[in-house]
């Protein structure tokens, strides 16, 4: 959204906006935010190793989910992972749909 609050500002992506109008200090978001920069304008600014990766996973959840729906709730865990792996202390808690209850003996998980 061009005229939007939350768009891109100057040479700040969207997500950079909404990093610095919440006042967000975390470093894993804001290491986070370099990575979506790098993906959203590609000029490489701050060239994190881990964006290639990263575009080529977003790349691959766009060709599996066709469902919007699907395609930002894969997405949404796939970016609170990795800003989980970085060491982030912010956590958003999301509504989980309840799994079906299989009649069968599961095995643990480790």
Do not use: N, W
């Amino acid at each position: 959204m061009y005229d939007g609050e939350f768009t891109h500002h100057g040479s700040q992506c969207t997500f950079e906006t909404l990093i610095q109008r919440f006042g967000l200090d975390d470093p894993a978001l804001v290491r986070l935010s370099h990575i979506v920069h790098d993906l959203d304008i590609t000029d490489a600014r701050y060239g994190l190793p881990e964006a290639v990766a990263v575009g080529h996973l977003v790349d691959g959840l766009r060709q599996v989910h066709a469902d919007d729906h699907a395609l930002l709730a894969q997405g949404i865990a796939l970016f609170e992972a990795l800003a989980r792996s970085f060491g982030s202390a912010t956590h958003v808690p999301r509504t989980r749909h309840p799994r079906k209850q299989s009649s069968k003996k599961s095995r643990p998980r480790l």
